[in-house]
Every structure is written in structure tokens, then in C-alpha cells.
């Protein structure tokens, strides 16, 4: 027998025992234990509720299931805790800024959006709640804005530290997850491709919306800018207010017709959001050494769900140039998405330090159209699509208080009665017409029958000189 069989055999033994002597078995658990093992087992007992609390933390977050509608962005709960790399943060987002990007990603329409299920957002705000190793320059309750690629929509996000801004003082989370997409594009278009300059013309589309009115804006940074502007009728007040020196409703008006009558010569920069045959109509408008800035293709957007019909409209009238052209009329035709640049961080760093400083000398300031829970995302996204927005559409992570919830059925059986009303007054106004028509159609029925009438009486009176023969 080897010394290591032997302890093996005793505590077989000393099994067997306790096995047949059940009895004694409160008697050995009475025992006191040794310090080690106390310690041992309050170590346990210790790391045990740790692992709970880590598992425990939950958070909430809007994820993109498929592409479709606006049903197609749910609202989930996602559980642990998000780790972070060297270099991160974590972020305990207020607010975040819903784009035309974002729309078009619902739709499948967004290349930059990984596929689907997938938090959208690209840009957000809040207060710092970890700070990874390596980071230096962000410390835990800083309040920042971001700019990422994607998953602003939840309560926490980790992104580098690189992509968050110091929120300047006075500015509210609103104001900050809407500065950066809009503010960005509309500053590079205008100061790095347009090099616009005092007594310059700038065509702005959609001139209502979060880039349009940050174009504007930054518009009035320079001296003698004219600044025509396309809404519709209803935001025309608005605009002019913020800076827009013609306003064109493009819904009953040639908005190129009205820019000649205005400036017969054409414009020195036109910014083009709508992509197909508009791209074309901003590059005839362009005077020499004019500049033409496409930046998007909202024309592709029709309706809830992708319109294959709008997206093939598009692509065939996509504007292509050949470059002696643009040799021969002296003018640029240029290309931004800010999507792309999400690794140039140099380049965006420098433009959002000049965007800060001009909206600390109050030159800048975002236009909050409106702000939506995260339960009422449909409703944001149903918005900004129908174009029914004046500025920014805000997203808040602050939960929706229960009074409201309850509310939200009522609001939706509204929205259904309302259009049960329309719907009927359209089918009424169509039985009128119907009935108009009918009305129109009697009197040239009797006229019908009348000359009928008389073709008979002729045939009649000619048959009747026949028979008396």
C-alpha cells in the first residue's frame, strides 16, 4: 500500500460511517470552523453577490429587427454590462438626434447601418459613466456629445473617447445631440468644399430640416450671403425668420424658374440632398465657378416601406458629367457623406471645435422641432418622414411617466377615428362627384333621347311620302 492510497482509504472509511450514521450528522456541522475557512467562505460568499450585481445591470435600447416600417425599430431590454477597451467610454445617454439617414436605413436604403438586428443613431448626448485604461482627456461625469457610425439609441453607449465632445456651458442635451450630424455636414459642404465667401448665393434644400437650418445659420456667419431656401408654404415664416432671403414652395413652384427670375446668372453653391433628375437642375443653376455639393438621395424615400419604383427613378436620373464638361463650364460638382469619415477623426475634430466656438459666441444655435420618448420612436420617425418637422426631432431616454403610456392607446384610436373620417369623407366627397356626374350626365341623356326622337320623326316623315305613292 502506497502513503497516498492510505488518507484515501481512511476518508473512504470515515464516508462510510457517516452514511450509516445519519444521526451524527447535525453533531459534525455544530463544529466551530477553523478561521481560514471562515475567511475562505466569506470570499465566496462575497464574489457570489458580485456576479449577480454585474448580471443584474440592465438597460434599455431601440433595435432595428428588419427593414420596413416604423414597427420595424422595437424597444428591448438588454442585460450585462457593456466592457470596455482601451481608449473607451461609457456613456449614460439623455438624448439623441434622429436623421434622414436613419430613415433610410429602416428601409434598407443605408449601407453605413450593419444588417439588421442593430441599434441605430448615429449621434447622441450625456454624461460619462466609465473611462477605459489610456483614457486621459475624459473623466467620469464629464457631459459630452457623440458622433458614431452607429448604436446611439440606448441608455448606454461605448464609443471611443476620440468621438466625444465636451458640451459647452448652457447648452442642454437636446441642443447637443442635435448639433452634431446637421452642423458637421452643413459646415464642411459650405467653408470646405463651397469656400464660402461675403456676397455669395447658396441654394438650400429642404431648408426646414436639421441640416437646412444649420446651413442657414452658418450662412449668416458670413457677410452679404443670399441664401434661397425650398419648404413648404407653412415653414416659409419660420425660415425667413432664421435667415432664408427667398423662400420657394417646391410643392406649387418651379424652384429653378423662381431662382432665374431672382438670379438670372444662377448661384455660386447649390447643396443637393435629393439625388435623380434634382441633381441634374442644381448643376444647370450653378454660374461659373459655381459649386454643386450632393449629399444624399431623399427622392429614393416614398412612403413607409421602400418604394422600388422611387429607388429605380432615381438611380436611372442620377446625374453623371463627363469631365471636360466641367473643364469647359468652369464649375465643381462635389460629394459628401459624413458616414464615410467616421475614421478621419482628425478632420472632424477640427470642425466640431469651430462649430463649438461659434455656438459659444451664440453666432449658432440647433432648432428643437420637437422631442419623442424611446417608446414613441414610430412617431419621431412618421414625423420627420412626412416632412411635418421645423428643426431637429429629438429622441430622450427618459421613460415614458405611465399617465402618458395610458394615453398612447387613446392617441392611437384617435389617429384610427380620425382617419376612419377621412376615409369616409373621401368616400362621401367621391359618391358626390358620382352623384354630380350623373347629375351632369341626365341633362345629355334627355338631350340623347330627344334627337333621337327627331332621327325617328325624320325616318317617319320620309316613309310616309313613300307610301302614298
Request: aromatic share 6%.
Given at each position: 500500500m ?7 482509504q481512511q ?10 450514521k445519519?444521526s ?10 477553523s ?14 453577490e ?6 443584474q ?21 438588454k442585460?450585462g454590462?457593456?466592457?470596455l ?9 439623455k ?11 429602416r ?6 447601418l ?10 447622441c448626448?450625456?454624461e460619462?459613466?466609465?473611462v ?25 453607449a ?7 465632445f ?5 447648452m ?8 452634431p450630424?446637421?452642423y ?9 468644399f463651397g ?8 441654394l ?25 431656401g425650398?419648404a ?9 425668420q ?7 414652395d ?35 443653376l ?5 459649386k454643386?455639393?450632393t ?9 413607409q416601406?421602400?418604394n422600388?419604383?422611387a ?9 453623371s ?13 462635389c460629394?459628401?457623406h ?5 475614421g478621419?477623426v ?17 453666432k449658432?444655435?440647433p ?9 414613441q420612436?414610430?412617431?419621431?420617425m ?8 421645423i428643426?431637429?426631432?429629438i ?6 411617466p ?7 392607446p ?10 376612419k ?7 362621401d ?40 305613292k
Open positions: 502506497s502513503g497516498e492510497d492510505a488518507p484515501a476518508q473512504n472509511a470515515e464516508e462510510t460511517k457517516q452514511e450509516t445519519p451524527e450528522e447535525p453533531k459534525a456541522e455544530s463544529k466551530p470552523e478561521p481560514a475557512k471562515a475567511a475562505e467562505a466569506a470570499a465566496t460568499s462575497a464574489t457570489t458580485k456576479v449577480p450585481e454585474e448580471d445591470f440592465t438597460y434599455r435600447s431601440l433595435v432595428l429587427s428588419g427593414y420596413g416600417g416604423y414597427d420595424k425599430v422595437k424597444l428591448q431590454v442585460k454590462k457593456p466592457t477597451k482601451a481608449g473607451e467610454v461609457m456613456v449614460r445617454v438624448a439623441c438626434g434622429l436623421n434622414f439617414a436613419d430613415l433610410l436605413a428601409q434598407g436604403l443605408y449601407d453605413r450593419p444588417s439588421p438586428p442593430v441599434t441605430p443613431g448615429m449621434e448626448s450625456g460619462i459613466e466609465a477605459g485604461e489610456e483614457v486621459t482627456d475624459r473623466k467620469v461625469g464629464d457631459k459630452v456629445l457623440v458622433l458614431n457610425r452607429c448604436g446611439m439609441w440606448q441608455d448606454v461605448v464609443v471611443p473617447a476620440t468621438h466625444t465636451l458640451i459647452p456651458e448652457g442642454t442635451f437636446e441642443e447637443a445631440a442635435a448639433l450630424v446637421n458637421i455636414t452643413a459646415y464642411m459642404m459650405l467653408f470646405d469656400n464660402l465667401r461675403p456676397n455669395q448665393s447658396v438650400i434644400h429642404s431648408a426646414a430640416g436639421g441640416v437646412g437650418i444649420a446651413a442657414t445659420q452658418l450662412c449668416q456667419t458670413v457677410k452679404d450671403v443670399t441664401v434661397f425650398t413648404s408654404a407653412s415653414k416659409h415664416e419660420t425660415i425667413s432664421g435667415g432664408v432671403t427667398h423662400c420657394i417646391y410643392r406649387t413652384r418651379d424652384y429653378v424658374e423662381e431662382v432665374r427670375k431672382i438670379s438670372p446668372k444662377g448661384l455660386d453653391i447649390v447643396l443637393d440632398p435629393l439625388g435623380g433628375s434634382d441633381t441634374q437642375k442644381a448643376y444647370n450653378l454660374k461659373p465657378m459655381g454643386l455639393i449629399y444624399g438621395a431623399a427622392n429614393m424615400l416614398a412612403g416601406k421602400k422600388l419604383l429607388v429605380a427613378k432615381t438611380w436611372y436620373h442620377q446625374f458629367i463627363h469631365t471636360l464638361s466641367l473643364i469647359q463650364n468652369n464649375k465643381s460638382v460629394g459628401f459624413l458616414g464615410y469619415l467616421d478621419e482628425e478632420i472632424i475634430q477640427k470642425a466640431m471645435a469651430t462649430i463649438l466656438e461659434l455656438y459659444r459666441q451664440g449658432i444655435k432648432r428643437i422641432d420637437s422631442t419623442y420618448h424611446f417608446e420612436v414610430g412617431d419621431a412618421r414625423r420627420m418622414q412626412e416632412r411635418n418637422n428643426g431637429k426631432v429622441l430622450i431616454t427618459e421613460p415614458m405611465e399617465e402618458e403610456k395610458k394615453e398612447e387613446k392617441k392611437e384610436d384617435k389617429k384610427k377615428d380620425d382617419k373620417k377621412d376615409d369616409k369623407k373621401k368616400d366627397s367621391k359618391k358626390e362627384e358620382k352623384k354630380d356626374d350623373k347629375k351632369k350626365e341626365e341633362p345629355k341623356k334627355e338631350e340623347k333621347k330627344e334627337e333621337e326622337k327627331k332621327e325617328v320623326k325624320k325616318e317617319e316623315e320620309k316613309e310616309e311620302p313613300k307610301e302614298e
